[in-house]
DNA sequence: CTAGTTGCAAAGAGTTTGCATGGCG
DNA sequence: CGCCATGCAAACTCTTTGCAACTAG
């Protein structure tokens, strides 16, 4: 892990704040400029949320259509292992940590000759709530 | 499936051709304005794009890192339940039709409510080849 | 004091839209 | 002939960058 020179500053604090206070969340850059709490310039919130996704704080995602990255807390060491599932209607983005899944990986891997990153594939469809 | 009203023209003809032509590669709309092949006006080019994926005949990709969309032939109608592989490094785009990965969108549709869509899904990764 | 940070505004990349002209059927 | 499509330019959205003033350590 290389080591990220940066100094501790109110305005990421905020917008880790505000993360951490919403963890089961994804937020895009409107979403968090549209936040009292978050009193940061624009740039300075792209710099940071930079810097946070690098430091592994923070979590980033594309939408499916390429319209614009989301954003999510990242608080446990075990996202590196798991799958997301995200709901195309409602956007809730589900943390699926199952074995089913290591067994999956590891048979693309043996079968298929391909190396899956869990950190970076995301499973799109309908939860629950939504295939009505 | 709604039928969409349009003509056969000569610019939709040379995109849909092209891709034909190269039914195992993605491009991007840089990748296509530069095909000699392809005398196509840049908007022309994205709603021909964009009528040609609601058709089915191409499918819409995005980075993984959110920085533009790309797109791909898409001959097989069994493309709307087998899965694809996306290589982080070379771009490949790998087809994966397996019963592994059925019984996997039937575990997590039935244990985790979870209706997983394969055709908007890709697993971000390392073929084969770019693992060293 | 020094090096990293901020906010603003400007610049970029990618994509969409308005509109008059042109082409398919 | 009617309706859809084209091409151009302008508009838009999202994101990055240059720069002078500022601040953490």
């Known amino acids: 892990m290389g080591e990220i020179r940066s100094y501790h500053t109110k305005q990421r604090e905020m917008v880790l704040q505000f993360f951490a206070a919403h963890p089961d969340q994804c937020f895009c850059v409107k979403d968090l400029t549209a936040q009292k709490s978050i009193l940061v310039g624009t740039a300075t919130l792209y ?64 079968d298929h000759g391909f190396l899956v990153d869990s950190g970076k594939s995301i499973l799109y469809g309908l939860c629950q709530k939504c295939r009505h």
Do not use: P, V, W
């Open 47 to 110: 710099r940071a949320l930079s810097l946070l996704c690098r430091e592994g704080k923070l979590k980033k995602y594309t939408e499916s259509d390429g319209s614009g990255a989301f954003y999510q807390y990242n608080d446990s060491e075990a996202c590196h292992c798991h799958f997301h599932l995200k709901c195309l209607r409602c956007g809730q983005l589900i943390h699926m940590d199952c074995g089913f899944m290591k067994d999956m990986q590891e048979h693309i891997e043996t």
